[in-house]
């Protein structure tokens, strides 16, 4: 089933497409479709603690293995992409983000 959601994006890792506060409307339930930006969980952090949801752009299934899809940022230096944490699964790919539904002012 698909289902929208709104989420709101923390952190800086996608600058400058979206911004820290931005409010995105996303649909849950969609295979991940490269090149646009998604939900996403990421996996434990290197002391086993779990990771919020975050918006990374999927860049296309890995090669090694094309059940798995490979994460990067639209702000190089900033935030976890694969080359940290290897590809995801499917199952971590959560939502598509369809676009910017309200920027905070400022």
């Avoid at 996608?14 to 409010?23: F, H, K, N, S």
């Avoid at 939900?39 to 860049?59: E, F, M, N, Q, S």
């Avoid at 939502?95 to 905070?104: C, E, F, K, Q, T």
Wanted: aromatic residues 4%; hydrophobic residues 40%; proline residues 13%.
């Amino acid at each position: 089933m698909i289902v929208p959601a709104l989420v709101r994006v923390r952190g800086r890792s996608m600058l400058p497409t979206y911004r820290e506060g931005d409010v995105l409307l996303v649909l849950r339930g969609l295979a991940p479709r490269p090149g646009r930006a998604h939900v996403v969980d990421l996996p434990p952090d290197a002391h086993g603690r779990p990771r919020p949801l975050a918006v990374k752009r999927v860049t296309g299934p890995d090669p090694d293995d094309p059940t798995r899809w490979w994460l990067d940022t639209d702000n190089p230096g900033e935030g976890v992409t694969s080359f940290d944490v290897g590809s995801v699964p499917r199952s971590a790919v959560r939502a598509v983000v369809l676009g910017l539904v309200r920027r905070p002012l400022g």
